[in-house]
């Protein structure tokens, strides 16, 4: 059975107000695009801020960011469409680490697979950890939550940890930062010698590069197509 949501939690946690009624159609619209680190500084300095409700998905409690799926609720059922299961582990891992941590759909699915994990989800956006807590019982399955930029939070962090999950969409957006070296090195050094690094990004013409990227810093790359998506599956060696 599916989690109640109540009406507070429609949209940006504000009592009275009401989810839009249309269902997201896909996880990735067609007109996605990457944001690069210029623009990112523009969105935070006040342009539109994101809209972020709680609606459905092909059948399943979605979460969404400008109308685009970032999480769905996890229950005892079998999970629908969707790239997260290629994102797990194969193994139990002893410590995991979520970049993107949205609504917990793959902290939610590992501890379905493994059993309790010590597991410590990074996310931003206040409004979404919010609705995590009220509607998708992401504090079930997680350690540690922490509202923090994860570029920044990364590069003071101390591991190692055996599993590190990268979904950092916001909407329709994929911050350019995630394949930057920088970036890509502290998520190498917080991983544990025998550890998965996961990354999910867009299936486009700029997947042939990103891949690349990521290979001049992991030296065993596996790149899975998920519908619009693709989950690079990085070892540190």
Known sequence: MRQPIDEESRIDGIPGQEAPKEDASAQVPEDAEEVSAAEQVDIRAGARPARVWIGEDEGQTALLVDGVVQSVYVDDGPLGPGYWPLMLPDVRPRSALIL?????????????????????????????????????????????????????????????????????????????????????????????????AAVNFFKDRRSPSRADRLGRVFPRVEVIESRKNLVARCRPR
């Open 100 to 196: 993107g941590l949205g609504g917990g759909t793959i902290p939610h699915l590992i501890t379905k697979k493994f059993g309790p994990v010590h597991i410590v989800g990074v996310d931003c956006d206040r409004r979404v950890l919010h609705l995590a807590r009220q509607a998708f019982a992401v504090e079930r399955c997680t350690t540690e939550i922490v509202e923090a930029d994860a570029f920044d939070w990364v590069a003071s962090a101390t591991g190692p940890y055996d599993y590190v999950a990268v979904d950092l969409f916001a909407g329709d957006s994929i911050p350019g930062r995630i394949f930057s070296r920088p970036f890509l090195k502290d998520v190498k050094r917080l991983l544990a010698p025998g550890g998965l």
